[in-house]
């Protein structure tokens, strides 16, 4: 039977059965809105807790797919966000206002390397614009990439199932493997290399090498740090480990859930956009500023972090302890505010996290834990607490033999199946990984 709180089964009630028929039938993907999310129509969200149509609580342990680490509906960013609604009217008829020139001055006071910003409003846009950027700086037109940088015609190129092929043969994915980045490199002149910090898997010295071997060919380095630009430690992961890329994109926590996405970094290189155009109405709203300034000030003394990087710990080490209780191999692992969790058995991973959406917590196989600023120690231990519960009704419903039981197996499966890394690199690199 259902519970009011986020710790019961949940079960499916009509009134939730006629929404998603309704949301299938006008708008709503069953592949992408679904099964790749949650079988879930939402109504509202506070701090890390979300309520469905029925009014049912949910516990996020996504932070909104990483875009706000404060929690929804963070009061102090909300607060502003109204005020300047009122005192602007939210959009000027230009692109130029106070607020752009102060985030973009604050983006230089958090990231060493930004002398200059320029604003979008998602990731897809963003590593969109740094590619052109890119390549109207320096007259090449080819890039490699690694790693998932949004939905737009330049990228997916390993992913023919998800467009027209050949629509942009412009772009190579060298797949994580430094090797084949190596030999691209020699036979061709390359604009740059765009690439995301797969920290969990790819320690510090493999990203190093990495931009060793692309600027030695005269290439730009483009780390999209979309995700990890405010969740891994102030001033992003290229500061946290010493790398100096030529442009950055950010935008899951720039504005704690308003869409606003920048690429930044050196001034000649972002002064391409003289040569192209990528303006962009939604460039004149007030408000996603407005809410980046307020998220900034939230999350500049380290408090914020430091307890998304507490809960993450406390959520690897009790997950860890459930999987040894259950003899089921499996692992949660790597940077706590942003962590993967791997089964030998993808199936029963799949299943495990089916059971938890059932039991009121939010996450999916292949999707990354980002723990929020909002949740609370309670929301930790009952979500360790259904983890217990979970697995032992996955368990029933499916075999949790595997061919391979290796770790380093689960780990190649896992990264070629998500990010599409090569089985040699993983199996080099994913032994090394650490953090400084």
């Given amino acids: 039977m259902f519970t009011s709180t986020p710790h019961g ?31 879930l129509v939402m109504s509202h969200a506070s701090g890390a807790h979300v309520f469905d149509v029925d009014g049912r609580q949910y516990v996020d342990l996504t932070s909104c797919s990483g875009s706000a680490p404060l929690g929804a509906g963070y009061q102090p960013v909300v607060d502003h966000v109204t005020a300047e609604l009122r005192r602007t009217g939210g959009i000027l008829p230009g692109p130029l206002s106070v607020h752009r020139i102060e985030v973009a001055e604050r983006l230089a006071e958090i990231f060493p390397l930004a002398q200059r910003s320029i ?18 700086h320096t007259g090449v037109n080819l890039v490699l990439t690694s790693g998932y940088h949004g939905w737009h015609d330049w990228h997916l190129q390993d992913r023919p199932g998800m467009g027209l092929p050949d629509r942009d043969l412009g772009s190579i994915d060298f797949h994580y493997d430094l090797d084949l980045l190596k030999r691209l490199t020699r036979a061709q002149r390359v604009a740059a290399a765009i690439i995301t910090p797969e920290v969990n898997f790819f320690p510090p010295e493999y990203h190093r090498e990495l931009q060793n071997l692309v600027h030695q060919c005269g290439a730009l380095l483009i780390l999209d740090e979309v995700m990890t630009g405010f969740r891994y430690r102030r001033g992003g992961y290229h500061t946290a480990i010493g790398l100096a890329p030529d442009l950055i994109t950010l935008s899951k926590g720039l504005a704690n859930g308003m869409a606003l996405s920048a690429v930044a970094g050196r001034a000649d290189v972002i002064g391409a956009a003289e040569k192209t155009y990528m303006g962009n109405t939604y460039q004149r709203e007030i408000t996603p500023f407005a809410a980046a300034l307020s ?34 191999q499996a692992s949660a692992f790597a940077w706590p505010t ?52 979970a697995l032992t009704a996955s368990l029933a419903r499916v075999d949790a033999t595997c061919d391979n039981p290796d770790p380093i197996a689960a780990a190649v499966r896992f990264a070629g199946d998500h990010f599409i890394a090569t089985p040699d690199t993983v199996r080099r690199w994913v032994t090394a990984a650490s953090h400084p």
């Fill in 295 to 328: 998220t900034l000030d939230a999350l500049s003394d380290g408090t914020a972090l430091a307890r998304m990087h507490q809960f993450g710990e406390d959520l690897i080490n009790g997950l860890n302890e459930v999987f040894a209780r259950h003899q089921v």
């Fill in 119 to 136: 604003f979008f409003r998602t990731g897809s846009c963003a590593t969109t614009a740094a590619v052109r950027l890119a390549r109207s």
């Fill in 9 to 39: 089964t949940l079960a499916t009630t009509d009134t939730h059965k006629s929404a998603l028929r309704r949301a299938l039938r006008i708008t709503a993907s069953e592949k992408w809105d679904l099964n790749r999310r949650f079988p």
């Fill in 338 to 389: 942003m962590f993967d969790v791997v089964f030998a058995n993808a199936e029963l991973g799949h299943t495990f996290f089916q059971e938890m959406w059932s039991r009121g917590f939010l996450m999916q196989y292949g999707g990354r834990f980002m723990p929020s600023a909002a949740l609370s120690d309670a929301d930790v231990r009952g979500a360790i607490d259904a983890a217990g519960q």
